[in-house]
């Protein structure tokens, strides 16, 4: 079975490796990698009920003693309790130094059981296996991890890079539309920040998952290579995120993260000419559409204005955000908060 390999060469390289059926050779594709080991499975509900017994088989198969954890599916799933548990959790199995964590799941899983596997006895190997193309496309490239807190969504995390990822596409059949869309508007990001011929090619609706999942890795991991601890160029994946993050708040998370990054993206779009760049907002906002998304940005300016105060981007008076200069192009732009407050009052209706 054919499938694609993307090298991350970060303090710690790893492979990604990407192809429709991969979960069935996740076993010998983590040798290499983990070698003899034990290892705790860490899943959510949901994935649980729809491949948990197929991951557990294919670990045996391959001659892996492996158990699982299960935390109920949902955001509110990523705390401080889940860790500790799942913590453990391990330290109950006894897993060693030399065993690993394997982290099956969306963001979620990924985000808590990066972080356990970077704590644990200080660190043990953990594999990514992304079943939602959110996870997939972003948050198991860069080794960012988290947890939320009740002062905040991801602020206790860490900079922990996996050993492998292995990306089974097929996986992602099974998502509600709703959590597929959302994985979208990452993909549309990524076309929008750093390739043309991308956000051209996702015109073709439904594109090819794995083409699109391994061209959208690559342009991540393009990036962190460059800025592995999100000093400087890693901002621009946030295209959109500033006033998505504002819009998710004051929803109270209503509005998910990707139709709040859709809506971000378009705000950002129709800003960009005001700053003296093109307008790509009319091309954008229908690519969005025809995804099935509401760009509409349900609040008012000053909600919007208020609700970025508190953006971790903010620097004292001013904040960054990242504006298009033209498709497959943006660059981060630094406004003073009165600038920004008078942009919000044009672009928003
Ligand atoms: N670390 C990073 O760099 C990074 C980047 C982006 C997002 N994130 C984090 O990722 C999280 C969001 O990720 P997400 O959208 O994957 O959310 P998620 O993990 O909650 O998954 C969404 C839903 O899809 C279900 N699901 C997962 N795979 C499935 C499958 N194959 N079939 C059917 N259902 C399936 C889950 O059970 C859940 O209900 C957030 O916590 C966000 O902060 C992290």
Redesign the pocket.
Known sequence: MQHRTINVCVSRSYDIHIGNGLLSRLGELVRPVLGDCRIAVLT?S??DA?YGSRMMEHLACSGYDACKYVIP???AS?CSDNMLAFLNFLAAEQLTRSDAVIAF???????LGGLSASLYLRGVKYVQVP??L??AV??SV?G???IDIPAG??LVGSFYQPSMVCCDTL??D???EN?YR?GCAEVIKYGMILDARLYSDLHNVPFDREDVVARCVAIKRDVVQQDEFDNGMRGLLNFGHTFGHAIEKLSDFAVS?GEAVAKGMVIAARMAPLCGLCDVSDSLSRLLISYGFDISCGYNANEIFEALLSDKKRRGGSISVVLPKAVGECILVTLELEELRGLLGKVID
């Open positions: 959510d949901n994935v729809l599916a949902g955001e990523k799941g969306g963001g979620v899983v990924g985000d079943t939602t959110l996870a972003d948050s860069g960012k991890t988290a969504k991801n996986l992602m099974t998502l509600p959590i959302d993260h």
